[in-house]
């Protein structure tokens, strides 16, 4: 994930779609701006906001929302995490560098990024990353495993099955995703999606993508067994993506479908869709030489001029589920 630079958000344009499944008050997507952490409710008002000390580069909630994990903007890769108890407002450092590249090279240093909460809160999925200044957009140069930090023994370990990634290494730009039942992680590389357990003994890629739209990303977990994803074809740099196509892969069968049955509000479009919720999708799309972000929910739509630190929160409800991804 990238941080650019920040606008103005633009005001909530309501998109009269019915009413929520979720509590009117229960808060599906969270935002940053500057200092300012932002939880929203899918009508568009705020249900929290939190005023922090710095910016943010990224950043994860627990479920319960009284722990957050925060990534300082160190680098544009990422940089240290902090654990902020949201009750009593203390803050602890998570990471110190070092936790896998041993050896840097002069003026490299190791940063951290994409950090998610397990479902049972004990546990944090999060990318390690390389930065070299000046060489940022150098994929090999940001590659890194994924680790796990264990909150009841302060111990961190590297998930060894993310080390060798088809022989090459560890990639990039990880975004690990936890299943709902926390035994596996879903994380994106620059070369597709895998699946590792949480433990890191094992790796399976995903079988998506086509000939015709080879370029993929895997957007979520719904359910225990089955993955949203976006394929599109091979594109040059800031080219529109009108052929993004959101699928849905069933793991157990290996057969993907559309998401008519998936979505239960109209999408205006699924270009650029990076994450999504039953109830919420953030899209980043590109325009001209830049890029915008997107925030979508069942009766609301935020525009961003720029891209914006934003997550959903909160994945599909079980009634909402395709029979055979639970």
Known sequence: MRIWSLGTIVTAVSLAIPAVTQSPKYPVVAFAIGRTLTLATASGQIAREIHLKHPLFDFAFSRDRNLLVTVAPDTEHGGTMSLLDLRGNSQTQLTNGHLYFKHLNKGETEVYDDPQFSPDGRSLAFAIHGNLPGDGNDAEENSGPIAVFDFKSHQIRVLKSTENIDGQGPCSESNPMWSPDGKWILFNCENGAFITDALGTNLHPLKIGTEDKPVTSAVAWVGNNCVLYLQSADVPPYAPRASDEARLLNLRTSESQGTAILFTFPLESVAGLAEASESAVIRRNSWGSGY???????????????????????????????????
């Open 292 to 326: 915008s972000s997107i925030v979508e929910t069942k009766e609301t739509q935020w525009q961003f001029p720029s891209p914006v630190t934003a997550h959903v929160l909160g994945g599909w409800l079980y009634a909402t589920i395709p029979q055979g991804c639970d």
